[in-house]
Antibody, heavy 119, light 107 residues
Framework: EVQLVESGGGLVQPGGSLRLSCAAS????????MNWVRQAPGKGLEWVSY????????YYADSVQGRFTISRDNAKSSLFLQMNSLRAEDTATYYC????????????WGQGTLVTVSS | DIQMTQSPSSLSASVGDRVTITCRAS??????LNWFQQKPGTAPKLLIY???SFQSGVPSRFTGSGSGTDFTLTISSLQPEDFATYYC?????????FGQGTKLEIK
């Protein structure tokens, strides 16, 4: 069974940092591209970042470019999101999502981890 | 960036109704279009990928169609568990943009 489990969320002050993790199981992690998606309270879904299966191709939303860093450890089947210079508008539930083959569907999602940026 | 525009933003319907949600891309995305269902407090669930392919386990009352810039999600006969928010998403390129969502409510 495919499982994605996020962790690392919490309350952080503006300007602070946080590192999110996503532990994957039930599939060959190194074969899949991965993404982070966030959802502010009461709002819609916002794509945040993408990383290729090998980690060599990485993309970010403009809203997080230069502040967030996506990475992965294929040996440990883990995905990460390092978030620096956090702002109030980064407050959201952060989901990791697996990107399937072919037409790149986000076919499996974690349960999400809540990040709250507030003083 | 490719913009995804869903309509309507909200919709009231009754059990048994047929409903259609539309999604328009700001440029051609071929069939790189996915539909998700999200219920409060839970992660999005993939319903339809590649515009019209069913994700495993999704009831056949959900159908997707379209290509290029115009797409639709149709629920043929609404069931109580279908009241949720629906999102389209393009995965033609990055950023992998989502529509703003359509909230389907009970009339």
């Amino acid at each position: 069974e495919v499982q994605l489990v996020e962790s690392g969320g919490g309350l952080v002050q503006p300007g602070g940092s946080l590192r999110l993790s996503c532990a994957a199981s039930g599939f060959i992690f190194s074969s899949y591209e991965m993404n982070w998606v966030r959802q502010a309270p009461g709002k819609g879904l916002e794509w945040v970042s993408y990383i290729s299966s090998s980690g060599t191709a990485i993309y970010y939303a403009d809203s997080v470019q230069g502040r967030f860093t996506i990475s992965r450890d294929n040996a440990k089947s883990s995905l990460f999101l390092q978030m620096n210079s956090l702002r109030a508008e980064d407050t959201a539930t952060y989901y990791c999502a697996r990107e399937g083959a072919g037409y790149n569907p986000f076919d499996y999602w974690g349960q999400g981890t809540l990040v709250t940026v507030s003083s | 960036d490719i913009q995804m525009t869903q309509s309507p933003s909200s919709l009231s319907a009754s059990v048994g109704d047929r409903v259609t949600i539309t999604c328009r891309a700001s440029q051609s995305i071929s069939r790189y279009l996915n539909w998700f269902q999200q219920k409060p407090g839970t992660a999005p669930k993939l319903l339809i990928y590649a515009a019209s392919s069913f994700q495993s386990g999704v009831p056949s009352r959900f159908t997707g169609s379209g290509s290029g810039t115009d797409f639709t999600l149709t629920i043929s006969s609404l069931q109580p568990e279908d009241f949720a928010t629906y999102y389209c998403q393009q995965t033609y390129n990055t950023p992998r943009t989502f529509g703003q969502g359509t909230k389907l409510e009970i009339k």
